[in-house]
């Protein structure tokens, strides 16, 4: 039995590289297992954090914790031993009192200390206990030091500290909910336990070790750290964090916007309480407009208030948790700096009526509370950043109004001609040109555009006041211009933040302007003048036709109309009705850039006469039908062009 579990230890700790799958108990771990025989459970271990967990399970998902491995090996589940000669473990412990239980469990220093108070000769008498001991271990940090320090300073049975380990009725791990209060035997006073999905539970947010461990007078959990009856406020969250002395500006917060965000009655609040010099990092003035503002100082208070109680010890990973504004915040274990909130260390804890408060270095800014300038810095967005330092819009994006950016991302920025990109980050006007095209601006949610209001083919006047950009609603996507919204509906304090697929710049010149400046389209475009010239309803492409400028033109080249043919090319030029019915089958009244369309799928897209079928390959490379596309999102005053290699002739056309 003893080799095998040996055995076990260096299986399980080579093979928990190999497993793929996180939080997953994986076949060769089933395998072990049952090799251990009856009665063996697991302890997970790690190492480099000097951490121990008992399970009280057969099998446990191979995980790391805090970014480090951890190994997995068995011992004899609780009140079981091992038998000379018989795998497993068969022998059954006999029972003992919580003080010799805790004593034998590895809470040697705390057992002392209740003997020294003359606690103890009550622990060994009958009755229904739940003890809370220590490890020995738990000491050893300055923390556990200075309470050991405290608990030696009372000799007498009143030893408050030593009191709160102690509730006077037995609780077992599966009586445990997901927040709990139980009574302890210091003065009347609450312990908060609290259980997670990953099967891990906390009493005051310090992990139980190990749990459930039978006592003839009760039960015992140990744990990692000693509990602290002063850490415990009588009074709610919210009240703590006004009250403390420590968190004035977010106490001002809570009185400006703050009233009913903690719901009275409601036990489970996680407050995330910044102190005063962490709001010192932000400029008075700008904490000043952020405050109010009642939508941004109610997104900045939701930003910090979690609608259950979150306790460190069990946040072994990356964990996004909701809060009550339903924004996420991302909690981790950092090896070097501990356990962190969006990559801020957390300071002490405070425990309260209804929840448990942490004490932050930095505030936690959400996007509503941010300008739509700081949201751009806010995702590295740096050349639109930089452009608009230099044209100085900074102010005004920063300032008051409603304001819908569309910022490319960085990519899109250095996929423009590298001269032209070069002169934008040195001529102020030029950039400015640039970048008051990228928005629009209203009041209230005219300029405010969220995708969930945008309309296909709607035309919104941008911000430089002279242009329009056109809008498309795709399948599964959005479009302004030739771009593709590929980060939508950023929402801030003075408007949303679109991230695009491209820079995007003002058509003025009409379809058959941009045409003319190649001797390539003169069929296209001689068919197009006979047709209006015969049906004024038929579409214009010197200014964008009747019905507006969201068009997609499928341009054939001279060369693909010589391609069919002098007899069917003389029908083509001579026929009215055969040449409108063709010429219609190249436009839609949909505006469709190439990006707008997914590698590796057909779209129909239906055209003034019929439909066509669009695609492209992995490559990006189009295909209309059987044509393929020679040149893509030549942009106009009427819509998009796309030069094709080939007419689109139906069966019948042929």
């Known amino acids: ?12 700790a080579f093979l928990s590289l190999a497993s793929s799958k996180a939080n997953r108990v994986p076949w060769w771990q089933i395998k072990v297992t049952k090799s251990q025989g009856p009665n063996a459970c697991i302890v997970e271990e790690v190492p480099e954090l000097n951490k121990k967990y008992w399970t009280e399970c057969k099998y446990w998902p191979v995980r790391k914790v805090c970014g480090k491995e951890t190994i997995v090996r068995y011992e004899c589940c609780e009140g079981f031993k091992q038998m000379n000669g018989e795998d ?35 622990l060994m008498q009958d009755g229904t206990f739940t003890l809370f001991a220590p490890f020995d271990h738990a000491f050893e940090s300055n923390i556990g030091a200075a309470i050991g320090a405290r608990i030696g300073a009372f000799r007498g049975s009143s030893n408050s500290i030593l009191r709160y380990h102690i509730s006077p009725t037995k609780f077992i791990s599966k009586e445990f909910s997901g927040n709990n209060e139980i009574v302890s035997q210091h003065q009347g006073q609450k312990l908060r ?5 990953t099967g891990m539970e906390t009493v005051n947010c310090i992990l139980i070790s190990r749990k459930d461990q039978e006592a003839t007078n009760g039960i015992v959990h140990m744990i990692d750290h000693p509990l602290d009856p002063s850490l415990f406020m009588p009074r709610d969250v919210a009240q703590t964090v006004v009250l403390d002395g420590r968190f004035s500006k977010m106490a001002d917060a809570l009185q400006r916007c703050g009233s009913g965000l903690i719901e009275p009655g409601k036990t489970s609040y996680t407050i995330l309480a910044p ?36 306790c460190f010890p069990v946040i072994t990973q990356e964990y996004n948790a909701k809060t009550i504004g339903n924004g996420k915040i991302r909690f981790d274990c950092d090896p070097e700096k501990g356990h962190v909130v969006e990559g801020h260390r957390v300071g002490e804890f405070m425990l309260g009526s209804n929840g448990v408060v942490y004490v932050l270095d930095d505030v936690l800014i959400p996007d509503r509370a941010r300008t739509v300038m700081e949201l751009v810095e806010n995702r590295h967005l740096n050349t639109f950043s930089q452009l608009a330092q230099l044209a100085g819009l900074d102010d005004m994006y920063n300032g008051r109004g409603d304001f819908t950016l569309f910022s490319p991302s960085e990519a899109a920025w250095y996929s423009i001609d590298y001269e032209l990109l070069t002169e934008a980050q040195q001529n102020p006007d030029l950039a400015r040109r640039i970048l008051l095209y990228h928005g629009t601006q209203g009041t209230g949610t005219a300029g405010r555009l969220k995708t969930s209001s945008m309309k296909n083919n709607q035309m919104v006047t941008a911000i430089d006041g002279e242009n329009s950009l056109r809008l498309q609603v795709y399948r599964k996507a959005f479009g302004v211009e030739d771009a593709i919204i590929e980060i939508s509906d950023i929402e801030g304090a003075n408007g949303v933040l679109h991230i695009i697929s491209k820079v995007i710049f003002p058509a003025t010149e ?17 068919t ?27 341009v054939p080249t001279d060369t693909a109309f010589r391609r069919i043919g002098s007899s069917r090319l003389r029908r083509l030029q001579s026929d009215p009705q055969y040449m409108s019915k063709v010429m219609k089958n190249h ?24 439909a066509v ?11 209309v039908n059987d044509a393929d596309v020679l040149k893509k999102d030549m942009m106009s005053s009427s819509g998009v062009i796309h030069v094709i290699d080939k007419l689109l002739l139906s069966e019948n056309d042929y």
């Open 587 to 610: 436009i839609s009244t949909s505006m469709m850039s190439s990006d707008s369309f997914k590698p590796n799928l057909t779209y129909d897209l239906p055209t003034r006469q019929n």
């Open 528 to 554: 197009m003048e006979s047709i209006m010239a015969q049906d004024p309803e038929a579409i214009d492409i010197s200014n964008g036709g009747h019905t507006g400028n969201h068009y997609t033109f499928f």
């Open 510 to 526: 009409s379809a058959g302007d941009v045409l003319r400046k190649s001797g390539n389209y003169t069929i296209f475009l001689q």
């Open 613 to 623: 079928g669009v695609s492209c390959d992995a490559a990006r490379k189009m295909k």
């Open 193 to 197: 336990i609290n259980k997670y999905s």
């Open 275 to 310: 102190s005063d010099e962490a709001f010192l990092k932000i400029p008075p003035a700008r904490l000043e407009q952020m405050l109010r503002d009642p939508a941004s100082c109610m997104a900045l208070l939701e930003n910090h208030i979690i609608p259950h109680v979150m």
């Open 88 to 122: 497993g473990c068969t022998g059954v412990k006999p029972l003992k009192n919580v003080l010799e239980t805790a004593r034998d469990l590895g809470a040697k220093k705390f057992v002392q200390y209740l003997e020294d108070s003359g606690i103890a000769n009550e």
């Open 1 to 12: 039995m003893r080799s095998l579990f040996n055995l076990a230890i260096v299986l399980l």
